[in-house]
């Protein structure tokens, strides 16, 4: 077995029993495999073994690998920082972005969306941390641009997602990822289509997990070590 089926056993295992342990159903967590930097044999391999969604950070390296593989049918998610002049070939490629943050974004993205491809599934980026290095709507300002989400026709409101500041003790993390949960609660009551909350990586799993999230997005701890050093979302 290659060292990527491997680890994606035991990370598929390890949610599998935190989900559990959360007295939540087991298929309630999906695990996004994200492959930022790592070469389209990677993703084959992880393939194989059983990921079915990948996450991509970078526009270009994004578009040109899920063409190279195009022969599967994989569920591609772009979760990196999005500029307004690089939204056309995420939404002529992907089937999902995490990181709308503003109106700007939205109406851009649901404008290019091609009219033959079902709307784009769409997750707001939440700065849960307030931070100012980092991407993301505040949460006072949530609720309005998740309004305006929902009145674009091309793109479709599936939840939230959020990248915490990295120099949290548990104790803070767990009240963010408890703030996380509220709101996502809050969003989806108001809209039905609401049903992910993309929360939690390789460190940080099991307590979002224990917050409902439903989405964990593992790179490293999938694909091995990385090479490329990457940019304010990329940890
Ligand atoms: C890179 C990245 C991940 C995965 O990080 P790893 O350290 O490779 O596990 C998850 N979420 C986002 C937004 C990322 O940019």
């Known amino acids: 077995m290659s060292n990527i089926a491997e680890r994606w056993q035991n990370i598929r295992e390890k949610v599998d029993t935190v989900t559990k342990e959360a007295g939540r159903s087991p298929d309630s967590v999906m695990v996004l495999a994200v ?115 929902t009145q674009l026709p091309n793109l479709t409101l599936r939840g939230l997602m959020t990248v915490p500041a990295l120099d949290l003790s548990e104790t803070e993390l767990g009240a963010q990822f408890a703030q996380m949960q509220q709101a996502f609660l809050t969003l989806q009551a108001a809209y039905p289509s609401v049903d992910t909350l993309s929360m939690g990586m390789s460190d940080d799993m099991t307590l979002a997990i224990r917050h409902g999230s439903t989405c964990v997005r593992i790179g490293r701890g999938l694909f091995g070590h990385r090479e490329r050093k990457g940019n304010s979302n990329d940890h």
Not at 78 to 86: A, V
Not at 116 to 132: E, F, K
């Open 35 to 149: 492959s930022k930097t790592f070469p389209a044999a990677d993703v084959r391999a992880a393939w194989a073994a059983g990921a079915r969604e990948f996450g991509e950070n970078y526009v270009q390296e994004g578009v040109e690998k899920l063409n190279e593989l195009a022969d599967l049918p994989a569920i591609w998610h772009f979760i990196g920082p999005l500029q307004s002049n690089k939204t056309r070939p995420v939404a002529e490629h992907f089937h999902w972005v995490h990181t709308v943050d503003r109106e700007k974004i939205a109406q851009r993205l649901n404008d290019q969306r091609p009219a033959h491809l079902p709307p784009l599934q769409v997750c707001l980026q939440v700065n849960i941390s307030a931070d100012p290095a980092k991407a993301g709507v505040s949460i006072t300002e949530l609720a309005n641009l998740a309004h305006r989400v």
